[in-house]
């Protein structure tokens, strides 16, 4: 009996490579033809194991499904959660931290050092150009920082003391910043 499987093993093997090359050149007309060989080979191999899964045991690639859904919406909802809770007012120690929304939030803008212009200094956000929602001087000790409406120190906005988090007032601009000892 043993001797029939030095038999059926070969011919299931080439069996097996056979279907993945016919996957593989499906997978590759299914794309347009721009899908590497490997990519082409990798899909193939990966459509052929979920075929043999729902074909060998249905009930447990449904239980797989199931788990693998159920760990994507956990990892969406949770960095979800994360990005609007931890990360705000996240700033590093030192530097001002300005965002587009309210309550620290938001893709923000940080300076470890004065700037007298924000549309042509060393750091540049997208949103700058509509105005700052909130801010935060993440120095613990030492200067305050003040902010202008205008580039070149123009036209004071306000005032931020060390660790102090400020919510702007709607469409406040601001174009340049700087360190001064206390605030006014």
Known sequence: MSWIWFLVLPVAAIVVIALLVVAARS??????????PVVA???????????????????RAADMVGNIVHIWTSAVTSSEESASTSDAWACPDGDICFWPDKGGTGLPCNWDDFDPDWSSGTVKCSWTEHGARSLYN??????????FAETEYQDPVGCARPGQRVDLPDAT????????????
């Not at 997978?27 to 590497?36: K, Y």
């Not at 993440?138 to 902010?147: I, M």
């Open 173 to 184: 601009q601001v174009r340049s910043h700087t360190w001064v000892d206390d605030c006014p």
């Open 138 to 147: 993440g120095t613990k000790t030492g200067s305050a920082v003040v902010y």
């Open 41 to 59: 080979i990798l899909r193939a191999t990966g459509l052929a194991l979920v075929v043999w899964l729902v074909v060998t045991n249905p009930a």
């Open 27 to 36: 997978c590759v007309v299914v794309t347009g033809g721009g899908s590497h």
